[in-house]
C-alpha cells in the first residue's frame, strides 16, 4: 500500500490540513493518509499543548466520510517526545510510506532528529504555499536531497492562509473560526468550551 503519514499537534486541524492531505493523496495516487496525532512534539511547549485525547477527537471528527484519511493514535500510544523515525518504523516494511509537510517544515528538516534516516524510510511530499516561492522550496528540497539522499517532492496545492495558532487566537477572543474548521470539529471545540 501507498501510505501517506501526516503528522502534527493539529491543535486543532483545521481545513488546510484536510486540503493538503487530500491533494497529496490524489496526485500521488495514495491508498491511505494517516493523521498522527504527536504525544509531545520537540517544538512545542507542553503547557501550550492541548490534551491528546482532545486532540485526536478533533481528527476524528474531521476526516469522518473520508475513506483516504485515518485518524492514527500511534503517538499518544506510545507517549514520550514524538520523532518522525520512530512513527515511520512502526508501519510496516511493506508499505510505501510518504510523509506529508508543509513549506515552512521544510526549511527545518535538517535541524530534525535523523533526517537522512527518515528520506530512507519515506518519501518527503511538501505542500507549497506563501510565505515561501514556489522557487525557493524547490530549491531547499534540492539541497536537502544532495545532503542527506532520498526524494521529496513538492507540489501546489490551494494556498489558504490558516493555521492552528491564528484559530485558537480567534476562538480566544470570542471567534467561530467557522469555515476555518469542519462543522464537526467546530461544534465539538464549542462543546468542549476549548481554547476559551
Known amino acids: 500500500m501507498k501510505i501517506g503519514i501526516f503528522g502534527g499537534s493539529f491543535d486543532p486541524i483545521h481545513v488546510a490540513h484536510l486540503l493538503l492531505a487530500q491533494k497529496a493523496a490524489e496526485q500521488y495516487k495514495l491508498d491511505q493518509v494517516h493523521f498522527v496525532v504527536a504525544y509531545f512534539p520537540p517544538h512545542r511547549s507542553a503547557k501550550s499543548l492541548t490534551n491528546g485525547k482532545l486532540r485526536l477527537e478533533l481528527v476524528q471528527r474531521a476526516v469522518e466520510g473520508n475513506p483516504l484519511f485515518v485518524a492514527d493514535d500511534r503517538e499518544l500510544r506510545r507517549a514520550g517526545t514524538s520523532y518522525t523515525l520512530d512513527t515511520l518504523e512502526s508501519f510496516g516494511k511493506e508499505d510505501e510510506l510518504f510523509f506529508l509537510l508543509g513549506a515552512d517544515s521544510l526549511f527545518a528538516f535538517e535541524f530534525w532528529y535523523e533526517p537522512a534516516e527518515i528520506l530512507k524510510r519515506a518519501t518527503i511530499l511538501v ?3 506563501p510565505p515561501h516561492r514556489h522557487e525557493d522550496v524547490e530549491k531547499q528540497a534540492q ?3 544532495e545532503k542527506f539522499g532520498g526524494r521529496i517532492e513538492v507540489f501546489n496545492f490551494p494556498w489558504l492562509n490558516i493555521s492552528s ?3 485558537r487566537e480567534e476562538i480566544q477572543s470570542g471567534g467561530s473560526a467557522r469555515y476555518q474548521l469542519t462543522e ?7 462543546e468542549r468550551g476549548m481554547y476559551r
Open 127 to 129: 505542500g507549497s504555499r
Open 143 to 145: 539541497r536537502l536531497m
Open 165 to 167: 495558532t491564528s484559530v
Open 184 to 190: 464537526p470539529v467546530r461544534a465539538l471545540i464549542e
